[in-house]
T-cell receptor
Framework: NAGVMQNPRHLVRRRGQEARLRCSPM?????VYWYRQLPEEGLKFMVY????????ESGMPKERFSAEFPKEGPSILRIQQVVRGDSAAYFC????????????FGPGTRLTVL | AQSVTQPDIHITVSEGASLELRCNYS??????LFWYVQSPGQGLQLLLK??????LVQGIKGFEAEFKRSQSSFNLRKPSVHWSDAAEYFC???????????FGTGTSLTVIP
């Protein structure tokens, strides 16, 4: 059973460009979470999605950031008009159920904004 | 508000020595507690978790953690550290509403020969 997959592993963008980060949850998992890890910091919750629904986006910046988890295909975290402060590692996690079911993490996407 | 504190930013231990990483949480109800390990450039791997029951929890790689409600703590321990244990360790609290995990800022472990 493959783990949580994220791609790309590394992404370089210039200021003003768009970044698209993809996450494929573990097989059988229908709950996806996105976290951001800034240098020297812990992970900060961004958004929680189920198939076709955003359940909790309280940790997501109000502007430029969006997330989706379509019926088919991976979950996408989209950052428009990136700025240097967006440089971070973005981790996706998935779980079987909701609530506090164990979350399994992907390897992360390291975004660098030049 | 929920919070997780890992008071030790960096710890250095000798190989073969015992290890204890501290974690304190702030949450109104009984928390769900997790320890994850992150190797450089890698994602997070679950070491162990506590939901209920026995307050001493066994995990992978020889790690264990003890939940102490009176101290709001969930410290991670290992009796004998191996060089391969060098990594970043994160404590996390699962909140029953909102599906959020709150992470501590991590403890970086260095193992010296």
């Amino acid at each position: 059973n493959a783990g949580v997959m994220q791609n790309p592993r590394h992404l370089v963008r210039r200021r003003g460009q768009e970044a698209r980060l993809r996450c494929s949850p573990m097989k059988g998992h229908s709950h996806v979470y996105w976290y951001r890890q800034l240098p020297e910091e812990g992970l900060k919750f961004m958004v929680y999605l189920q198939k076709e629904n955003i359940i909790d986006e309280s940790g997501m910046p109000k502007e430029r950031f969006s997330a989706e988890f379509p019926k088919e295909g991976p979950s996408i975290l989209r950052i428009q008009q990136v700025v240097r402060g967006d440089s971070a590692a973005y981790f996706c996690a998935s779980s079987i159920g909701f609530g506090t079911d164990t979350q399994y993490f992907g390897p992360g996407t390291r975004l660098t904004v030049l | 508000a929920q919070s997780v504190t890992q008071p030790d930013i960096h710890i250095t231990v000798s190989e073969g020595a015992s290890l204890e990483l501290r974690c304190n949480y702030s949450y109104g109800a009984t928390p769900y507690l997790f320890w994850y390990v992150q190797s450089p450039g890698q994602g997070l791997q679950l070491l162990l978790k506590y939901f209920s029951g026995d307050t001493l929890v066994q995990g992978i790689k020889g790690f264990e953690a003890e939940f102490k409600r009176s101290q709001s703590s969930f410290n991670l321990r290992k009796p004998s550290v191996h060089w391969s244990d060098a990594a970043e360790y994160f404590c996390a609290v699962g909140v029953n509403t909102g599906n959020q995990f709150y992470f501590g800022t991590g403890t970086s472990l260095t193992v010296i020969p």
